[in-house]
């Protein structure tokens, strides 16, 4: 999988939002090798990893060729073949390392986080922080509008955990006021996406410190606030609003279409883009949302991505 989409963003053929940049330090994160974990292909040197507690993992490296390790700072492994484990999450919910580690010191490390369970919100809180309610039906019954099971505990310190390459897990919390502990949810598959973003841009000269989540995880409770329809997929963990903004170049880097505006035609050429990135068929598995938005008062044009599964375009 990984070598798929790799070699689709070789053939991708720049449009016309952004251009090319001769040279660029950017470093993909990337191990060197995949590991299938909960059903995703992972080849990223830091990815994020969620369990329930005591949940079963299986984790295993289609190689046959090389050795691994597999080792972390809690929980307990079990070898079930060549290259084939399951790992039992310990029933404290917080933060672990899971290293799987080739023979030759290539290593993934799964920065993973063990969920609270969802049944210790109360009255719409968690430990102090509102929560709000989630809808009690699924939206035209499909599994990805159920309630979550679990939610990450985020301390000053995890927020700084790195969930992928590019991005840590502070850059999605929820924008809703008060101190920590702070809750959110978060979708592996958005994370992928996100990466696949990254990827394009800075191939096509945008670096990633220019991309900025204005948005990520919403509260059910939040989003209300907000007056935004209740089945968003900001409170499923599985979107982020995206924009442009940094010292790159000459002039506003988020002025792609170089009319001397960065407005609401550049989060359009954005969204256009995104769109024909992800009409790969190495991308099938991150099938979702794409949408551009205008500038308002308090913030930039930007463009909504998430992985809900189908595929959805405004």
């Not at 024909?276 to 190495?282: C, E, G, I, T, V």
Request: hydrophobic share 40%; with cysteine; aromatic share 12%.
């Amino acid at each position: 999988m990984l070598y798929r989409i790799c070699a689709a963003l070789v053939a991708l053929v720049s449009v016309q939002a952004v251009k090319a940049s001769p040279l660029s330090s950017f470093d993909p994160g990337r191990a060197g090798f995949a590991a299938q974990v909960k059903g995703l292909d992972i080849g990223y040197r830091e990815f994020a990893l969620f369990a329930m507690p005591g949940e079963v993992v299986p984790v295993s490296v289609p190689d046959s060729m090389a050795h691994f390790q597999t080792q972390s700072t809690a929980g307990n492994w079990r070898a079930l073949g060549v290259n084939s484990w399951q790992w039992t999450a310990p029933v404290k919910p917080g933060h672990y390392t899971l290293d799987i580690t080739r023979d030759d010191g290539a290593r993934i490390r799964l920065e993973t986080f063990v969920l609270v369970p969802a049944t210790e919100v109360h009255n719409g809180k968690l430990n102090g922080y509102r929560i709000g309610h989630y809808p009690q039906r699924p939206l035209k019954g499909l599994d990805i509008y159920k309630p979550p099971t679990g939610f990450v505990e985020v301390t000053p310190a995890v927020a700084q955990v790195h969930v992928s390459p590019h991005f840590t897990l502070g850059q999605f919390l929820c924008k809703e006021g008060g101190g920590y502990p702070k809750y959110v949810v978060l979708r592996r598959r958005l994370l992928l996406k996100l990466e696949a973003v990254v990827d394009y841009l800075d191939a096509h000269g945008v670096p990633p410190d220019d991309i900025h989540v204005m948005s990520g995880y919403r509260t059910p409770w939040y989003n209300a606030q907000l007056g935004n329809v209740p089945y968003s997929r900001h409170t499923w963990g599985d979107a982020a609003d995206l924009y442009i903004s940094g010292p790159h170049g000459a002039g506003d880097p988020g002025d792609l279409n170089h009319d001397g505006r960065d407005d609401y035609r550049d989060s359009q050429l954005l969204a256009a883009d995104f769109s024909k990135l992800f009409q790969s068929p190495a991308y099938d598995y991150l099938r979702g949302g794409i949408g551009s938005y205008p500038a308002t008062s308090t913030h930039k044009p930007f463009v909504h991505v998430d992985a809900r599964g189908f595929r959805a375009r405004w």
